[in-house]
């Protein structure tokens, strides 16, 4: 099975930094673009930025400036660097990968299982 594990959330200042990591382990022959979404108490998860095997990059416009987001293909890993923290950013963030197994035909998207940024004062 693949997993993705998340670290770097917690509690920061409006005005602050945090970096979130994003690790996949398992059977994984290559992984396509990645990506890091979030979702606030009563809204919908959105895209916050995806990232190619390339490394090309997306950003919503509410992070555009503030936000970077990188990948260490070595690793499995993909980064987010989010910088200029506002409170309306707290949510849980989750990271997302498309996968290809060893041997599968196509590509699978698979999940992390979230961390909580938390903007306040």
């Known amino acids: 099975q693949v997993y993705l594990v998340e670290s770097g959330g917690g509690l920061v200042q409006p005005g602050g930094s945090l970096r979130l990591s994003c690790a996949a382990s398992g059977p994984i022959a290559t992984i396509n673009d990645m990506g890091w979404y979030r979702q606030a108490p009563g809204k919908q998860r959105e895209s916050v930025a995806r990232?190619?095997?390339?490394?090309?990059?997306n950003y919503a416009d509410s992070v555009t400036g503030r936000f970077t987001i990188s990948r260490d293909n070595a690793k499995n890993t993909v980064y987010l660097q989010m910088n200029s923290l506002k409170p309306e950013d707290t949510a849980v963030y989750y990271c997302s990968a498309e996968v290809r197994r060893p041997l599968a035909a196509r590509s699978y998207t698979y999940w992390g299982q979230g961390t909580q940024v938390t903007v306040s004062s």
């Open positions: 990232i190619t095997r390339g490394s090309i990059a």
